[in-house]
């Protein structure tokens, strides 16, 4: 197990980075009029707590790729968080 945290160490990481610069990111096009497409994000930003909600969905999401041996999967996870970091910021310069 140790091994295995070892290797993906800095995939977990950047999982969470790109998912801290999505809710980052989405905070501020809401901020200039943007809507939230997701329905579960969507109800986090008009009740509060969309960092916390997406900080407890990646850990869940790292959690459940650990427990059934799937962490191999956290590089295609990420090459789609990187997908939707761009999406939000094409976002935002096209709010400009």
């Known amino acids: 197990m140790r091994k295995l945290a070892v290797t993906y160490r ?3 990481i950047v999982f969470f980075l790109l998912n801290l610069a999505d809710a ?7 901020s200039r009029g943007a809507q939230e497409l997701n329905p579960l994000m969507s ?9 916390a909600v997406k900080i407890l969905v990646c850990g ?24 939707v970091v761009c999406l939000n910021t094409f976002t935002l ?4």
């Open 93 to 96: 310069w096209s709010l400009t």
């Open 24 to 30: 980052a990111l989405t905070h501020v096009a809401l």
């Open 60 to 83: 869940l999401s790292v959690f459940l790729l650990l427990r059934f041996n799937r962490m191999s999967l956290i590089k295609y996870v990420n090459v789609g968080m990187v997908f």
């Open 43 to 51: 109800h986090c930003t008009t009740h509060g707590g969309l960092f």
């Open 10 to 12: 800095i995939p977990i």
